[in-house]
């Protein structure tokens, strides 16, 4: 193998880090699985396991999954594939495979909310609310005219309180906690082994996915959204799939 320059330009998207100095720390829905009707409904591309277990092998264990999912989904969705897992844009944090996940401190979401939210969904055919340990998410991709009628609830909900807030999605309208997003969460992972010392290097595809792309690049790494970096989740797994070919 010819010694790699600082940086890996593959044949078509943008630069990369040599596997060995590189961080990996990648987005779950819209990234490495293509949007769904429902967050239950994703389908992993044929290769994408084996892929993702070379990149892991050949970056020292440097892979972790940032997502806005809580933990155990990815876990059942990658089983045993990314050393660490930020859940729920980082609100939940496991750093290794055999690590535990970190305990949180949140406050609940009030009940009002959640029956409200129950109420809204049976109004809306085809809309669904996900819940999590600090939040929920009212899903309309299946019914767009929900849109303005969950955000609007939501928005009165959280009239009068600094707790919580409300964030877009893609075909969602999500509940956290203030402060919490992927910017903090690649911070994390990136001051402690194995991601420590290398150049972070994160793909994301959704609004929610900005701060961790502004992360990783203060800390002097890279980081790149579909579609304005790569067209489609499909051709950043195709790229990916030929770093890992090629390195």
Known sequence: MTTPSPTASLSSGPVAPPVERAA??????????????????????????????????????????????????????????????????????????????????????????????????????????????????LHYRACPEAEEPFRHAIETWLSGQDVFEIHPSKMAWEIRLAGIHKGKAVEALMAQPPFAGRVPFFVGDDVTDRDGISAARALGGMGYLIPDDFPTAHAFRSWLAHYVETA
């Open 24 to 137: 990996f720390l990648l987005d779950f829905d819209g990234t490495l699985v293509d949007i769904a009707p429902t967050p239950a409904s994703v389908k992993l591309e044929p290769g994408l396991t084996d892929t993702l277990l070379r990149l892991r092998d050949l970056c020292g264990g440097a892979l972790a999954i940032v997502t806005g999912r809580p933990i155990e989904q990815i876990d059942h969705f990658l089983p045993g594939i990314p050393t660490a897992v930020a859940g729920e844009h980082g609100l939940t944090l496991r750093r290794s495979l055999d690590g535990a996940e970190e305990p949180v401190t949140a406050a609940p979401l009030p009940r009002d909310w959640i029956d409200e939210a129950h109420t809204l969904i049976g109004r809306h055919p085809d809309t669904s609310v996900e819940h999590k340990k600090a939040g929920l998410v």
